[in-house]
């Protein structure tokens, strides 16, 4: 049910804000929609920027599949025992339940959106650190 208090446009829009971002030593993750900002939706989006040289930790997700678009920089990244090079414009599919990770090997900040078919995304880790 709509909030009266809030303007309808902002009832149904996010914003890409680093200072709702969390950090992480290796970037940063901003959830712009899933079930704990829009609490009927069935899926989950979010903004990731990973620093040059780093890679966030190996992890998989045990209730969906995941969807990643690259908008810049340049990923190594790994789907169980493979491993796929992403370039500006290049998406990946990554199966629920498969490993996987994206390390920087670019120059700059790499930046990409990733979606999941759940507004209640799940992650189990495999390395240490931060989702």
């Known amino acids: 049910m709509p909030n009266a208090e809030i303007p309808a446009t902002q009832q ?13 030593d290796w970037g940063s993750i901003q959830w712009l929609v899933n079930r704990e900002a829009f609490p009927t939706t069935g899926i989950t989006f979010g903004y990731v920027e990973i620093e040059a040289g780093r890679k966030n930790p190996k992890h998989h997700h045990p209730n969906s599949d995941e969807v990643l678009y690259l908008i810049e920089g340049e990923l190594e990244h790994s789907v169980g025992a493979e491993s796929v090079r992403l370039k500006p414009g290049d998406v990946i599919y ?3 339940n498969v490993p996987h990770d994206a390390r920087n090997v670019g120059t700059c900040t790499a930046k990409m959106v990733v979606g999941y078919p759940t507004g209640e995304r799940r992650i189990v880790m495999h390395e240490a650190g931060v989702d």
């Open 12 to 24: 149904h829009t996010s914003k890409v804000a680093r200072d709702k971002a969390m950090i992480a």
């Open 94 to 96: 990554i199966p629920s």
